[in-house]
């Protein structure tokens, strides 16, 4: 479970967000000149600047975001501090291969390194309009990409108390799902919920005085659910995964793909439920010998790093490198 808690701490930094675990991610998927990457969720541009720096003019970069902002953001800090234009598309990573078969001329883009860090930016979540956070007031939005999808306010408006509890358990495992979802319809019957200190203070009233021995933010587990259905997360890291898989099989039986052979792939989570689908699909690949791990356990931050960046606290990275492997997950080629 991701302590969201975290995420309302200001790491902002010059470009409004801290990418994590940088260092391992550089050392771990080893990106090279001359390769081409991909960042999935370019953000503020913290990881894509390292990736296009490491493979240089003389190799490619594409980075996806389906928040225009920071997709314009990170593609402008790209092209200033490594020198060269990445190609930028707003897309969702649901659809990575589709994304970057428009791009680079035919057949398209083909990756060495890929690279995604989930969830949302330190800017989203810090700007009240966008709805992310319950310690400023604001409408209750929560779509990373504000153009299109469903409010965290039409869910509210729409969802039958069951569905909404299902929600908060599942998504957020909070242990008042129950109380909060029957408090939500009751209130959506007399008023309509469109503020997000207006849900602040209806969990914390469905928490009573449960709410003094709660460490986090009664709304915190509310909150980081909603959040996660209004996307779809789970739902678009699981097609990501299956990309990767097809990628996977496709390049053992020596067909082109979106990656390219023995291309690395990494995922840097911050929740249990996307930790766990990256570690099972991960897995069925290097049992079925179409990859490697190139992490044995999860990657977590340094304490140095967590001392300077509380959000890194949560953070799982897990990578794998394309190719034959043994029974064991071992690569059967000198890398
Ligand atoms: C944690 S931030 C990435 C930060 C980035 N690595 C950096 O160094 O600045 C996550 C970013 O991914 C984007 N995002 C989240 N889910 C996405 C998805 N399914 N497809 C594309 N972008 C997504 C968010 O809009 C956000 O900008």
């Keep these: 479970m991701r302590d969201e808690d975290e995420a309302?701490?200001?790491?902002?930094?010059?470009?409004?967000?801290?990418?994590?675990?940088?260092?391992?991610?550089?050392?771990?998927?080893?990106?090279?000149?001359?390769?081409?990457?991909?960042?999935?969720?370019?953000?503020?541009?913290?990881?894509?600047?390292?990736?296009?720096?490491?493979?240089?003019?003389?190799g490619r970069l594409a980075i996806l975001d389906v928040d225009q902002g920071n997709l314009a953001y990170a593609s402008a800090r790209v092209s200033e501090e490594a020198g060269f234009a990445p190609y930028a598309v707003h897309a969702n990573f649901a659809g990575v291969a589709r994304a970057l078969k428009?791009?680079?001329?035919?057949?398209?883009?083909?990756?060495?390194?890929?690279?995604?860090?989930?969830?949302?930016?330190?800017?989203?979540?810090?700007?009240?309009?966008r709805g992310f956070s319950f310690a400023q007031d604001g409408p209750l939005d929560m779509r990373?990409?504000?153009?299109?999808?469903?409010?965290?306010?039409?869910?509210?408006?729409?969802?039958?108390?069951?569905?909404?509890?299902?929600?908060?358990?599942?998504?957020?495992?909070?242990?008042?799902?129950?109380?909060?979802?029957?408090?939500?319809?009751?209130?959506r019957g007399r008023e309509p919920m469109e503020s997000t200190a207006q849900l602040a203070r209806l969990v914390r009233e469905a928490y009573g005085p449960r709410a003094r021995r709660s460490r986090l933010h009664p709304a915190t587990r509310t909150f980081m659910a909603l959040r996660i259905a209004v996307n779809d997360e789970l739902g678009a890291l699981r097609s990501l995964l299956e990309a990767v898989q097809s990628a996977a099989h496709s390049v053992a039986d020596g067909a082109t793909s979106w990656l390219r052979a023995h291309a690395r792939v990494g995922i840097i989570t911050f929740h249990s439920l996307e930790d766990r689908l990256v570690k099972h699909s991960f897995a069925e690949l290097v049992r079925a010998r179409v990859a490697a791990p190139?992490?044995?356990?999860?990657?977590?931050?340094?304490?140095?790093?967590?001392?300077?960046?509380?959000?890194?606290?949560?953070?799982?990275?897990?990578?794998?490198?394309?190719?034959?492997?043994?029974?064991?997950?071992?690569?059967?080629?000198?890398?």
């Design 102 to 129: 428009g791009i680079g001329g035919t057949p398209g883009f083909s990756a060495d390194v890929v690279l995604a860090d989930l969830g949302f930016s330190s800017t989203q979540m810090f700007d009240p309009a």
């Design 294 to 335: 190139l992490t044995r356990k999860p990657v977590v931050a340094s304490d140095g790093e967590i001392a300077a960046n509380p959000k890194a606290r949560s953070a799982k990275f897990r990578a794998i490198e394309l190719g034959h492997s043994d029974r064991h997950g071992r690569r059967s080629y000198d890398p």
């Design 8 to 58: 309302i701490t200001d790491d902002r930094g010059p470009h409004g967000h801290a990418p994590v675990l940088l260092r391992e991610v550089l050392e771990i998927l080893r990106p090279a000149a001359g390769e081409s990457a991909v960042d999935c969720t370019a953000g503020r541009g913290g990881h894509a600047v390292a990736l296009a720096t490491a493979v240089g003019p003389t």
């Design 144 to 187: 990373l990409d504000p153009t299109s999808g469903t409010t965290a306010a039409m869910l509210l408006r729409s969802l039958p108390e069951r569905e909404l509890a299902d929600i908060l358990f599942k998504l957020g495992e909070e242990p008042l799902a129950r109380v909060i979802a029957r408090k939500i319809v009751a209130v």
